[in-house]
């Protein structure tokens, strides 16, 4: 009888700790991001740019006063400020041809991982969610919703109920993905525009 109990107890347990997480989903890996937004065989060359305090400034400004978007009633764990960010360039005839960035802000549950990809002016031409742990902003990853983002530029908005609409019920989540492409916009033109 014993045993019996404890087997039971411990399937429970595990039964539990699996409904506890159920709601980390990762959707795509990195490379499948990056072959996705670059198309499939792109050759891409990856740098690795550390943001010195002039750029840190400027960016820091033009978002707000933060790195990470910060969000009354977000229950994420914090996500750190970063100082270096990798930009991903797709190589067309041995030049560049579109950048992207992956990058994380917290959402209400957890943290969302966003891969932004822009043409070499700084317009959007794709964004995609690679993970969430949202209960209820599953629906940012759907096309529906990241298509608005398409052609934006440093010279719309990209806010939610401004030029984004966003998601009913998940105001958090529709809000981290506007301010990770407007970070994204801000830290390219910054480091290769200006």
Same mark, same amino acid.
């Given at each position: 009888? %014993? @045993?019996?109990?404890?087997? /039971? ?8 700790? &699996? +409904?506890?997480?159920?709601? #980390? ?15 499939? $065989?792109? +050759?891409?060359?990856v740098e690795t740019k550390q943001l010195k305090e002039s750029h840190l400034a400027k960016v820091t400004e033009r978002m707000g006063g933060s790195l990470v978007s910060a969000q009354k009633g977000s229950k994420s764990s914090e996500v750190a400020a970063k100082?270096?960010?990798? %930009?991903?360039?797709?190589?067309? =005839?041995?030049? @560049? ?5 992956? =990058? !994380? ?7 969302? !991982?966003?891969? +932004? &990809?822009?043409? /070499?002016? $700084? #317009? ?7 993970? *969430? ?11 529906? %919703?990241?298509?608005? %983002?398409? $052609?934006?530029?440093? @010279? =719309? ?5 401004? =030029? ?5 019920? &998940? ?5 981290? &993905? ?9 830290? *390219?033109?910054? /480091? *290769?525009? @200006?």
């Open positions: 009888m %014993f @045993k019996k109990s404890m087997l /039971l107890a411990v399937c429970c347990g595990i039964m539990v700790v &699996a +409904v506890e997480q159920s709601f #980390a989903i990762r959707l795509l890996t990195k490379e499948e991001a990056i072959k996705g937004v670059f198309g499939p $065989g792109a +050759v891409v060359v100082t270096s960010y990798d %930009f991903i360039f797709s190589m067309k =005839d041995g030049k @560049k041809d579109k950048v992207a960035i992956i =990058d !994380e802000e917290p959402g209400k549950w957890g943290p969302v !991982e966003f891969i +932004v &990809a822009m043409d /070499l002016k $700084g #317009a959007i031409t794709r964004v995609d969610v690679l993970s *969430y742990q949202e209960k209820r902003g599953q629906p940012i990853a759907r096309h529906s %919703f990241m298509s608005q %983002f398409e $052609g934006k530029s440093s @010279k =719309d908005k990209i806010m939610v109920n401004k =030029d984004i609409n966003g998601v009913s019920g &998940a105001t958090i989540s529709s809000n981290c &993905a506007t301010f990770a492409v407007r970070k994204a916009i801000a830290l *390219y033109e910054e /480091l *290769y525009l @200006k």
